[in-house]
């Protein structure tokens, strides 16, 4: 199989052998009924709503909204939103060819039911919650080599030769080594918890890091012994405000004051992180991580240089307080009134927070600041907020409805020679889809889900294991060449280095490596004309048929004489492979 | 200074604007442009010593925390010392650790700040005060002074990256975007990732796929072209351009004589700061070069003599290779870490962090030799004279490369902040 090619190659190339999460390709059944038990209208029926919200405010600001987007293009989109990668060649071309009229709701449906689905959404929330350093490189990543050991361990055990062949059924399955708080809140999402819920367990997790990975956050800032930074966090992702400047003195320009930002931080006062003794005949020097209590811990607010600062007392944002004594869990306190049905910010921070996954920006934006900004649609998020908060805050259901809305479905091409500030208005009114670059996650599942990297099937139990390994480094590595973004919104620019890794990595440079055995190019090989592996290429890679112009270059480009030997049309084919890789239609959702 | 300055400034909106007084509002619709030409012209109008000078810098970070009293503020005699004793310099009065022999050769050339005085004792947090000069907020991603150093002296157009990170990553660029990212190179012993052509793939083969590629991306340009595809088009042609640039040769170490390589020391740290001399010479702004592992809770004293053994002999090198090249009059050479360590020894022969009162070297670019700002208490553990802050330290290093403290930049909320916080001073006392 893999014989012959360099080791690398033959790593990158059977990563997906090892069930690589390229999720969400073929999505389960149904998922929860589009209509709420209580009466509650269809998600068809909130999104015909917004709609017809949405049209009212573009016909009074004259912006026309953009056409439809085309099967294709609706399909690549929710591919990489709801499942957090491109769809492959079998989805896209039964999908064109469907003539059902309601096939892109059922296609929503049936994504929003998908494992790729639950990852995706943990991601977008474990970014902002902890950041992906934090994810992908510290604790995080030690737990996700620990597990990744832990894997190897268990398939080279078992008696099994290396080559015995296949896979038993009681062989370990994963999805790869993930980051464990995301392995956790991606639990939370399967079942679909009430996410108040959720965020109560966040707040007020306690234990052993490695054995409640809802700790993570608290155990990313209570690590540095902030009880600010746990507060500023805290009121930033679930209440949508930024109340960190009154850290220092009273806000400036909101009403906040140093008074408001320490009542929240005393709610933390008591939050602390140790380190526990190695369990018993362990060879480590160290235990794990422990966020805990400490009774009768105080916090000050500070004060200027020989003075003594006053105490911080609990009191939340909307001006409730509780008891100073230890008998109180200030923690759970806090996280009842941050996520209280009386709470003004919970539902809208959640709602806005979870349309920005969807186009790339807020109706209030930014996300974490909704006392910035007006919003763009008032009506739309006050109907959202309210349907979410009649749902018993569920995700799923508010999800469903915005990729249901008329806006998600609009197109993010224009006609020509229309004016750039048409666009730009557009955009801003929702009235056009935005072009947002792929996250590292996004581009490397794509990548390798484009190449056929997931299609090459191992035998080899050993080496299966052994590219859990190489698929954490790699992932590690893309994700560190794009950045952090904790505390800040996900921006994902491109940087130099992340164009040299597409360009001339071995991510994909080795996947597109004519070789055989290469899933993708044993079957270009076995078809009759260019047309066909042309059309191949394009429906694997950007996930839609080559325009006429685009085959004609292609065709030429094939037909050259250096292209005619067997070995000169598999390089052709390779650098069709690179150029559609490496190309803005790739990088970007669209 | 009690509080930082957050510099939570006015957002531009409708809430923003009733915060303000209608002389700050029309400053600000002027822009940053006219604020930042006021500013220079105030800071030349003040025409200070030094303002400028260095065209460059180079940052040597020792990540961790560094001991001051191991390194450059020896306490011979007093029971925090420990076994270390203190050396003479060529600076007549100034001594250093006896760890570092070769720096002291060259004393009369570097000046040291040895009352440094900050209240972030974590690592994270101190990393980004002293890469930044703010305290972390979560508000606001504040530029590191690599970025900030670029934003404002580096030609766009230049063809390889000017900002680079060796060794260690660096707080970054925050609100300036990525456009002013450092480059980072992991390990300068390793050739440069990705820079050479995949296996296989010739230049003539390079440059019939990228033909292809562009052929091939017209269609989605007419469609959906915009700021959005022109920045991926920008970074696809920087990324093509330094593969070609012929400065790239700055990063073969090899063309460096034995001895030279030798005396800079051979490891990661050695040959990362002789990668930054031929950096800067190429035309790079800034170099960071990092070494690790100064956070010596137990056996500080082997540790940290070991380590020496690495910032000695690069650091002493770099001074008079720079000296000899004569850059090192626009050369910035600042070396640092994020504290110091407590001067009491603990029990597992180890010192903890320390941020009350710590010590740092400069170098170079206006900045006079043999000069020794502030001292601590004979036990270590207190500024005795002129505390600095963190801010100072950042408008000092900002001051040497001609930007002036109270310069603005803007938050992607549009919030004005100052490039140093408080518009800090520069310690004018290294300079005159």
């Known amino acids: 199989m893999l014989r012959g090619s360099s080791r690398l190659l033959s790593l990158v190339a059977a990563l997906g052998a090892v069930s ?119 604790l995080g990543a030690k737990q996700m080599e620990q597990a990744a050991a832990r894997l190897q361990e268990a398939m080279q055990g078992g008696g099994m030769s290396p080559m015995d062949g296949g896979m038993a059924d009681d062989a370990p399955t994963s999805d790869g080594p993930v980051p464990p708080l995301v392995e956790w809140l991606e639990g939370r999402l399967r079942e679909n918890t009430p996410w108040d819920a959720v965020v109560r367990e966040l707040l007020t997790a306690e234990g052993s890091a490695s054995e409640n990975p809802a700790t993570h956050w608290a155990l990313r800032y209570a690590r540095n012994g902030k009880a600010e930074e746990l507060a500023g966090s805290a009121v930033r992702v679930f209440q949508g405000l930024q109340i960190q400047c009154a850290q220092c003195h009273d806000h400036p320009y909101t009403d906040w004051t140093q008074h408001d930002f320490y009542g929240v931080a005393a709610f933390f006062s008591r939050t602390a992180v140790r380190r526990d003794p190695p369990p018993e005949g362990s060879n480590k020097k160290q235990g794990p991580f422990v966020v805990h209590e400490r009774p009768n811990r105080q916090l000050r607010i500070p004060a200027p240089p020989g003075e003594t600062g006053r105490l911080a007392l609990p009191r939340f944002l909307t001006g409730e307080v509780v008891g100073p004594g230890n008998g109180v869990d200030r923690r ?21 927070r979870v349309w920005s996954f969807f186009f790339g920006r807020g109706l209030i934006d930014p996300v974490d600041d909704l006392e910035a900004q007006d919003a763009r649609h008032p009506a739309v ?210 | 200074m009690d509080h930082h300055d957050c510099s939570c400034g006015p957002t531009l909106t409708r809430r923003g604007f009733v915060g303000l007084t209608l002389g700050g509002a029309l400053g600000w619709l002027a822009g940053g442009g006219s604020a930042r030409a006021f500013a220079d012209e105030a800071a030349r109008a003040a025409a200070p010593a030094g303002f400028g000078q260095a065209k460059r810098c180079i940052v040597l970070w020792l990540n961790g925390g560094p001991s001051h009293l191991d390194t450059f503020d020896p306490k011979p005699g007093h029971a925090n010392a420990g076994p270390v004793k203190a050396i003479d310099t060529r600076a007549p009065g100034v001594q250093l650790s006896e760890y570092l022999p070769q720096l002291a050769e060259r004393m009369d050339r570097v000046s040291l700040v040895r009352s440094m005085a900050s209240r972030e004792g974590n690592h994270e947090r101190a990393r980004y005060f002293l890469h930044t000069g703010y305290v972390p907020s979560g508000t606001v991603a504040h530029p590191d002074l690599g970025a900030l150093v670029c934003q404002r002296t580096a030609d766009a157009d230049f063809d390889m990256p000017s900002y680079i990170a060796i060794n260690g990553a660096t707080p970054g660029p925050g609100i300036l975007g ?127 003599k070991n380590l020496c053994g690495q910032l000695d002999p690069a650091f002493a090198t770099l001074i008079k290779d720079l000296a000899d090249r004569d850059l090192l009059d626009s050369t910035l050479v600042v070396c640092m870490g994020e504290f110091g360590r407590t001067p009491k020894i603990n029990q597992n022969e180890g ?82």
């Open chain 1, 332 to 352: 759970a306190e806090l996280a009842k009134l941050m996520t209280s049905p009386a709470n003004p910010y919970f539902a809208k921070a959640t709602v806005n």
């Open chain 1, 20 to 138: 690589l999460a390229v999720p969400g390709a073929q999505a389960g059944p149904g998922g929860r009924p589009a209509t709420g038990g209580d009466g509650q209208a269809s998600t068809a029926d909130l999104a015909a709503r917004i709609d017809a919200l949405m049209e009212a405010a573009w016909a009074e600001a004259r912006v026309a909204p953009a056409a439809p987007a085309s099967d294709a293009e609706f399909l690549r989109r929710l591919h990489l939103d709801a499942t957090g990668v491109i769809p492959d060649e079998d989805t896209v071309r039964a999908f064109l060819a469907s003539p059902a009229p309601d096939k892109r709701a059922r296609l929503v449906r049936d994504a929003l039911a998908s494992d790729g689905f639950n990852r995706t959404m943990a991601l977008r929330w474990a970014y902002p919650l902890v950041g992906r350093q934090f994810l992908f490189t510290t």
């Open chain 2, 351 to 432: 010192r903890d962090h320390f941020a009350r009162a710590w010590s740092l070297a400069l170098a170079g670019g206006g900045v006079r030799g043999g000069r020794v700002v502030g001292q601590t208490t004979p036990d270590g553990a207190q500024v005795a004279e002129r505390p600095v802050t963190v801010p100072e330290l950042m408008s000092t290093i900002l001051h040497t490369v001609g930007v002036g403290p109270d310069e603005l930049n803007y938050s992607r909320e549009g919030r004005p902040i100052y490039v140093v916080d408080g518009g800090a001073k520069p310690l004018g006392q290294l300079f005159a």
């Open chain 1, 381 to 590: 998020l006050d109907l959202l907020v309210a349907d979410f908060k009649r749902s018993g805050h569920d995700l799923r259901r508010l999800c469903e409805a915005i990729l249901l809305t008329r806006a998600y479905g609009l197109s993010s091409g224009g006609a020509d020679g229309e004016a750039a500030e048409v666009r730009e208005a557009q955009v801003a009114a929702f009235a056009r889809a935005p072009l947002r670059s792929l996250s590292a996650e996004q581009l490397f599942y794509s990548v390798l889900a484009a190449t056929g990297a997931e299609d090459v099937r191992t035998q080899d139990r050993r080496q299966r294991a052994r590219l859990e390994r190489t698929k954490l480094t790699l992932l590690r590595k893309f994700v560190q060449t794009f950045g952090d973004d904790e505390g800040q919104e996900v921006v994902d620019e491109g940087t130099i280095p992340q164009a040299l890794l597409l360009l001339n990595g071995p991510l994909t440079n080795d996947a597109i490596r004519p070789r055989p055995g290469h899933p993708v190019y044993d079957r270009l090989f076995r078809m009759k004309s260019n047309d066909e592996r042309i059309e191949t290429i394009y429906l694997r890679t950007l996930g839609r048929m080559p325009a006429p112009a685009e085959r004609a270059v292609l065709r030429e480009a094939l037909a050259a004489p250096e292209a005619r030997t067997a070995a000169g049309q598999a390089q052709a084919l390779s650098d069709v492979y690179w150029a559609l890789l490496n190309s803005s239609e790739f990088a970007f959702n669209h």
């Open chain 2, 178 to 304: 990525v456009a002013q990212a450092p480059f980072f190179v992991p390990d300068p012993l390793k050739p440069i990732e990705n820079l050479a052509h995949a296996q296989g793939i010739d230049a003539g083969r390079f440059d019939r796929r990228e033909r292809l590629r562009r052929a091939l991306g017209r269609a989605f340009e007419e469609t959906r072209g915009g700021p959005e595809t022109r920045g991926h088009d920008a970074v696809y042609g920087k990324a093509q351009t330094l593969m070609r640039s012929p400065r790239l040769a700055a990063f073969d170490l090899s063309q460096e004589p034995a001895a030279l390589r030798e005396a800079y020391g051979r490891g990661k740290f050695g040959q990362g700061v002789l990668m930054a001399r031929r950096l800067i010479e190429a035309g790079v702004k800034v170099v960071e070069v990092q070494l690790s592992g100064w956070d010596t809770h137990q056996d500080n004293f082997t540790r940290v």
